[in-house]
């Protein structure tokens, strides 16, 4: 059996640290788990605008888990959260950058605090929108 990832809740933001490398199983469980918390907190009305994936334990990222964390952005965007990358470290950039991945519909970030404060710039622009 694959490792399972955890998913943290904070506030209005979904926290996933990756603790290992994970196997391609693991990681398209976290998407579907992911995706159901995000469906699942929004139905009970406290709204997820934020995912944060935490890669700075992962030294090396393949092309199946590159897209996957595209994926994963891109449908939390469709369900109105951000997602914000951090932790990248520079054999995975340089890897994402020679297999010729984007990390569509994600931002990036350094360090934790950075990220947070993406996700609450984000939060604040999306509520102007609907004000």
Same mark, same amino acid.
């Given at each position: 059996?694959?490792?399972? @990832?955890?998913?943290?809740?904070?506030?209005?933001?979904?926290?996933?640290?990756?603790?290992?490398?994970?196997?391609?199983?693991?990681?398209?469980?976290?998407?579907?788990?992911?995706?159901?918390?995000?469906?699942?907190?929004?139905?009970?009305?406290?709204?997820?605008?934020?995912?944060?994936?935490?890669?700075?334990?992962?030294?090396?990222?393949?092309?199946?888990?590159?897209?996957?964390?595209?994926?994963?952005?891109?449908?939390?965007?469709?369900?109105?959260?951000?997602?914000?990358?951090?932790?990248?470290?520079?054999?995975?950039?340089?890897?994402?950058? &020679?297999?010729?991945?984007?990390?569509?519909?994600?931002?990036?970030?350094?360090?934790?605090?950075?990220?947070? &404060?993406?996700?609450?710039?984000?939060?604040?622009?999306?509520?102007? @929108?609907? &004000?």
């Amino acid at each position: 059996m694959s490792q399972r @990832i955890p998913i943290i809740k904070i506030r209005e933001n979904l926290i996933v640290t990756f603790i290992s490398d994970i196997d391609d199983l693991a990681a398209l469980r976290l998407q579907k788990e992911l995706t159901e918390m995000i469906h699942e907190e929004n139905i009970s009305g406290v709204n997820v605008t934020g995912v944060l994936l935490d890669l700075t334990i992962l030294d090396m990222v393949d092309s199946f888990l590159g897209r996957l964390i595209s994926n994963i952005a891109q449908s939390a965007a469709t369900m109105n959260a951000n997602t914000v990358v951090v932790g990248i470290q520079p054999a995975v950039a340089i890897t994402l950058v &020679e297999m010729g991945l984007q990390l569509k519909g994600a931002y990036t970030a350094l360090n934790v605090d950075h990220a947070f &404060e993406i996700l609450d710039d984000l939060k604040a622009e999306s509520e102007e @929108i609907v &004000e």
